[in-house]
């Protein structure tokens, strides 16, 4: 493959609509291939912004506007980095022979738990908790009644958790009615899912070129509220568990097609697994990847996406702690103890312009054993804090 320099006639380009962290780490290895980076979003100097060779601030879901900027620049290749965007924009961009990662209708399937939870169980035929898909809190009521207690209630379009809730009561319900209709995105519809008894739940990152698809080792990981805290690489789980896992990512990932990195969820029990989510791009539980392989998430999402072999080495057991702010600020300075900075761990600081309770602001990395790792980064993320 030929590779150009940024801000030349015939520099390759990608464009991130959505430029958070996973877009900032995205953009970082693009710019180590000499690939000319624009990032878009929706506010000013976002992490991928500060990174790239130039950015832009839209409405991101207003089509027209997602539109002027693709034909303005012309980029190669457009890379969709968060749920909120216009799929429209993406549908009509492909029409005029953009080149969508992956595909325009793989990020409309995604970007909408219907349309994705419907693919995999209905077409795919991959096993999945029972779910029902409601508009009205009566016919929520009825739903969960069906599903039975514990269920999963959470709006059909929403990022990182938001609007998660688990009902474990009927008495349970207007709460999470409530939580639901509170969250970031589209709330007109939710879906009400069987609360599987899992013994854990993985994401197990699965990586398209084209050619060939390769798996990550399963990264383990713990959510609050939907959202990831703590994510560790390996989990230990049985041979026929891993084997299944990576029958269904790659049966979801060959549906969905496209080349890319697909952060695929799933929930395991015993030997048995069930398909959750599967998102088209870099996941947040992946951050570990930057400190356990030769080749992190991004840079292989970077690989995929121009054609490149996707060969990698795996260094070692690792895990990952996500600082949130409790606090609001326009001008956010995150205290960091110096003791995160020794042989084994460090921490990334993510460079947001406004800290938010609850916004992820920094994430702690730490190689070692898992036990270990995992250990160490619940310590050291006490170190983090708002200054």
């Not at 970082?28 to 878009?40: K, P």
Request: glycine share 6%; with cysteine; charged share 25%.
């Amino acid at each position: 493959m030929l590779f150009s320099a940024p801000l030349k006639n015939n520099s390759k380009k990608i464009m991130l609509l959505g430029s958070g962290e996973l877009g900032k780490e995205v953009a970082i290895e693009a710019q180590r291939l000499g690939i000319e980076v624009v990032a878009v979003d929706r506010y000013e100097n976002a992490p991928a912004q500060l990174v790239s060779n130039r950015s832009y601030v839209i409405n991101m879901q207003d089509k027209e506007a997602v539109l002027e900027i693709i034909r303005l620049e012309k980029p190669d290749y457009i890379l969709p980095e968060i749920e909120a965007i216009s799929i429209d924009a993406l549908f009509a961009a492909e029409e005029e022979g953009f080149c969508v990662i992956p595909n325009a209708e793989a990020v409309n399937k995604t970007m909408n738990r219907k349309n994705i939870r419907r693919f995999a169980a209905e077409e795919l035929e991959i096993k999945t908790s029972r779910y029902h898909f409601v508009c009205t809190y009566e016919d929520m009521c009825y739903a969960a009644e069906d599903v039975g207690f514990p269920c999963v209630i959470k709006p059909v379009m929403s990022s990182s958790g938001h609007g998660q809730s688990i009902a474990r009561t009927p008495f349970d319900l207007e709460n999470s009615w409530e939580v639901a209709k509170e969250a970031r995105g589209d709330a007109s519809e939710l879906i009400v899912e069987e609360f599987i008894p899992f013994d854990y739940e993985i994401t197990l990152l699965t990586v398209r070129n084209g050619k060939e698809t390769v798996f990550c080792e399963p990264i383990g990981h713990i959510q609050k509220d939907g959202d990831y805290i703590y994510s560790w690489q390996p989990m230990q789980m049985s041979k026929k568990a891993l084997k299944r896992s990576k029958a269904i990512a790659q049966s979801i990932t060959d549906g969905l097609g496209g080349r890319g990195l697909f952060g695929v969820e799933l929930f395991v029990k015993g030997d048995e697994v069930y398909f959750s989510e599967v998102s088209p791009r870099p996941h947040d539980t992946g951050m570990v990847t930057l400190i356990t392989q030769s080749q992190s998430e991004f840079a292989l999402h970077v690989r995929a996406v121009l054609g490149l072999p996707l060969g990698f080495t795996f260094y070692g057991d690792g895990a990952s702690a996500a600082f949130k702010s409790g606090v609001e600020s326009h001008e956010p300075v995150v205290d960091v103890a110096d003791k995160l900075f020794d042989t084994n761990s460090f921490v990334r600081v993510f460079g947001k312009p406004e800290a938010h309770v609850g916004r992820r602001m920094a994430v702690v990395l730490v190689f070692d054993k898992v036990n270990k790792a995992l250990k160490k980064a619940k310590k050291l993320i006490k170190k983090v804090k708002d200054a």
